[in-house]
């Protein structure tokens, strides 16, 4: 069965334009997850909205929105009041601006869609407007309305399709330099540097996501299985802290256990053995 568009419009391109429409090019729905269960009786629990002062169930119709400008205090507003304010979706993309890769921070980026064209129809006009984009080798900005709120839209070729990114805005990312800036400057010695980029150039590989396996799910899984069968789950023992190590000790026993695995650059090779040959006392890390 074929999945269900999140949304139908059209893309614009100054006088050129096709029908469109975008899927979720990512899913949470096969994780597994959990209800929760009155452990006496097995039945699934059910939420009552509860007045926080006289608990008493409140129903839907008294329910409304509400603010909280300072403590306890709250500025309610009702749906008519909403709609006043919500942006009409006109169901067109309409591209304003094309800018590089490059520089969009990935901070910004949301969520991502797969664009594809709706129709027949619109699949010439669809080409046209994906391989302007793709020889250009920039990505097409523009404007959406996803359930009454407006969202920046970025497009770039991918494939025989298009990929769509919805962007954050500004007031959504937080500034780095209120985490980065008390992270103290570091004096790190030559022979020790030289190590790590030695592990690094050992461990080189190329992206491939189909290696990583969520082995937290696999767990997961498995212990249903095993309820179903009946079987008594053991709790493990529980996992103490790590060791304070030597951090010199465990990049030399980090080269010398499994460095060697893929074949590193001559000359970050050539670093490591002269650092492993004089080792220098690092200072202790956990």
């Known amino acids: 069965m074929a999945p269900r568009a999140y949304w139908k419009g059209y893309l614009k391109l100054s006088l050129v334009s096709c029908p469109i429409a975008l899927f979720p090019a990512t899913s949470e729905r096969e994780k597994i997850s959990f209800h929760q269960l009155n452990k006496d009786t097995g039945h699934r629990i059910r939420y009552q909205k509860i007045d926080a002062d006289t608990g008493e169930e409140v129903p839907a119709q008294n329910i409304i929105k509400g603010y909280e400008v300072s403590k306890g205090e709250y500025v309610e507003v009702t749906g008519e009041e909403l709609d006043a304010v919500a942006i009409e979706s006109k169901r067109v993309i309409d591209i304003e601006e094309f800018v ?3 520089e969009i921070d990935e901070l910004y980026i949301n969520s991502p869609y797969y664009v594809v064209p709706d129709g027949e129809v619109a699949q010439q006009a669809f080409a046209v407007i994906r391989e302007a984009i793709n020889q250009k080798g920039m990505v097409a900005l523009g404007k959406v309305v996803f359930t009454s709120r407006e969202h920046i839209f970025a497009l770039e070729a991918r494939g025989k399709g298009m990929m769509g990114m919805t962007l ?6 937080r500034k780095e330099a209120d985490y980065f800036d008390d992270i103290p400057d570091e004096k790190l010695p030559k022979d020790m540097l030289e190590l790590a980029a030695h592990i690094v150039e050992t461990k080189r590989a190329h992206f491939n996501p189909d290696q990583f396996k969520d082995d937290y799910e696999s767990a997961l899984r498995q212990l249903v299985e095993r309820k179903q069968r009946g079987e008594r789950i053991e709790v493990p023992a529980e ?6 190590i030597n951090l010199m000790d465990a990049l030399h026993r980090s080269v010398e256990s499994g460095g060697e695995r893929r074949r590193p650059a001559k000359a970050s090779h050539r670093a490591a053995k002269k650092a492993v040959r004089s080792p220098v006392r690092g200072r202790q890390a956990s």
């Open 168 to 173: 954050r805005y500004p007031y959504e990312v």
């Open 100 to 102: 590089a890769r490059a």
């Open 239 to 244: 996992r103490g802290p790590g060791k304070v």
